[in-house]
């Protein structure tokens, strides 16, 4: 297949690249970076058009966030991702179209089902709503880009669409790149779970998630989890980290005094869990570790023993 990727400079776009390629695929990466294969900011149409113009695709898959680097405090630091997930989407459609694209993968996560408490139930795509209205204007926000990703998606004549529903990622060039930093800084304080856990996936399984959604013919039409079978509080989740790469533990601290940072206060005060039956069953995927202790672990392992074997091994 020759593959049209917004969103391939991005920690998920980087590996989605790798594991199109190791199949046999052949992918253009979309966006304003040098890095790209084709240049256009994914919000201007016309450029959008006129990058892909005389080139033809099989599928195109929207990754493309502006969430790295972020900190994720506030509501705001979310509205570029927005944007990129109405506007972008819209574009990218167009650009399916102009360019023979049948099969469209959009990128979506955990908070689609809703910011908040739903249960120690697992969500399946079945029995909750994705991207329910919600009476906070800033979260309605959030929740209505992820709810407007899908539809235009699933709503585009001759599209072949299929949406990715990921837990919060972790792994190598995630966890390594962010968490970890800040834990050693001492800048990541966390809030008593009190029995709340989220959904997680290890980026490599989400790439390869991405994968199969682009291959596997009966996944058109349909939106998958995408995450591991262990769901785990975002307290515990960092602590993980921190015993698992020898970092000092993170401060606990009351999660009221969170709520100059709405964003985060929010996020840490959400219980949303994912089951991942439908990925097992239909695509073929499943997590490589039950849960992110596990594979945090196994990247720690993997880092120390990289590092001891020196930049000749690596």
């Known amino acids: 297949m020759r593959v049209l990727l917004a969103g391939a400079s991005g920690v998920l776009g980087r590996k989605i690249v790798r594991e199109l390629t190791a199949a046999g695929h052949e992918v253009a990466g979309l966006g304003r970076g040098a890095e790209n294969t084709l240049r256009a900011d994914l919000l201007d149409r016309e450029a959008v058009l006129r990058a892909v113009d005389g080139h033809g695709f099989d599928g195109v898959v929207h990754a493309a966030t502006a969430l790295q680097g972020k900190s994720l405090m506030r509501h705001q630091d979310m509205e570029p991702t927005n944007l990129l997930r109405t506007e972008g989407t819209a574009n990218l ?47 309605e926000r959030h929740v209505g880009a992820m709810r407007t990703k899908e539809e235009l998606a699933f709503g585009a ?5 299929v949406s990715l529903r990921f837990g919060l990622f972790y792994g190598a060039g995630a966890t390594d790149t962010t968490v970890l930093p800040m834990l050693r800084r001492r800048a990541l304080p966390v809030v008593p779970d009190k029995g709340r856990a989220l959904a ?17 013919s009966g996944a058109a039409g349909q939106a998958y989890n995408i995450a591991d079978d262990a769901p785990l509080g975002f307290g515990s989740h960092v602590r993980a980290v921190a015993q698992a790469f020898g970092a000092p533990a993170p401060l606990t601290v009351p999660l009221w005094l969170l709520k100059p940072a709405p964003l985060a206060h929010t996020i840490m005060s959400s219980n949303l869990r994912l089951a991942n039956d439908k990925a097992r069953r239909e695509l073929g995927w499943a997590p490589t570790h039950a849960g992110c202790a596990t594979g945090l672990q196994a990247l720690a392992d993997h880092l120390a023993l990289a590092e001891a074997a020196g930049p000749l091994a690596a």
């Open 200 to 216: 997680w996936v290890d980026v490599d399984d989400a790439a390869r998630a991405v994968l199969l959604a682009l291959t596997v």
């Open 93 to 139: 459609l167009a650009a399916a179209r102009e360019t023979g694209a049948r099969r469209f993968v959009a990128e979506s996560m955990v908070f689609g089902y809703g910011y908040g408490d739903h249960g120690d139930a697992k969500l399946t795509e079945a029995d909750a709503r994705f991207g329910p209205r919600d009476a906070n204007p800033w979260l």
């Open 157 to 161: 004549d001759g599209i072949e669409a």
